[in-house]
């Protein structure tokens, strides 16, 4: 029999939907507390004027991005294509570590730029789309949630504007999640307000009575809440893949206390007659 998954393994590295000794599982724990490398992406793309990638002024400002979010708590490292453009400036100047820089000069810059593989996903042919990848240490929101704040920030305080610089948010597996998480934590309030307010006319409508509205919603209210606390204290995170918990939990509150309530007002007849 497999071993059950311990609560503060659900949401840590690697896939929620496996055991913690599943074999993925294990292999992303190992490179993750091994390398500066995560398995959960953020992609942030640049979009640039044609042949940016000789504009020392436009990779400099891709360099500041990459220093920026290196700050960020849960960041394991940034790759973009400033610092892989330093990293081949010090193999074409003898290895010395200071010339760790970004060549000023357009032609400097583009022989530099010429050692990177296209493949690598950080620039197109044409040099119009530039991309960072921001590898975080897991996909916790408490971890993607500051990451995109800091782009955002990023992005406010230092206007690309003048440069013909878009920041686009976001690719990678924690851009889907980031935005997937922003649209449950907008729409997940207002939807259970929703759901309560529809049940408890369609109750008054049917029992023409407050007290039946009030029997009814009160098991759905602690059905909800005990959906809620069942998630927090297993660190099931709430997503597209776990809201049925939160909605099975739900029914169960208001199908039993409309059992129960129809149940009492058969019982209750029976007595007065």
Partial sequence: MAKPWPPHRRIAAGSAELRADSRYNQDVENIVSRFDLGMDVLTVVFETPNDSCNSFHVVNYIDQFTQHMTQVPGVLSVTSISTLAKFANVGLNEGNPKMTALPRDS?????????????????????????????????????????????????????????????LLASGNIGVLGATNEEIEARELPMMLYVYAAIMILVLLAYRDWRAMLACCVPLTVATFLGYWFMKTLDIGLTVATLPVMVLATGIGVDYAFYIYNRLLIHLSQASR
């Fill in 107 to 167: 032609k400097a810059l583009q022989v530099a730029v010429g050692y990177l593989p296209e493949a690598g996903g950080l620039f197109n042919r044409a040099c119009t789309m530039m991309a960072a990848n921001v590898y975080l240490a897991d996909h916790k929101a408490t971890t993607i949630t500051p990451a995109i704040a800091a782009v955002k920030e990023f992005r406010q305080q230092v206007n690309p504007e003048t440069l013909g610089i878009k920041v």
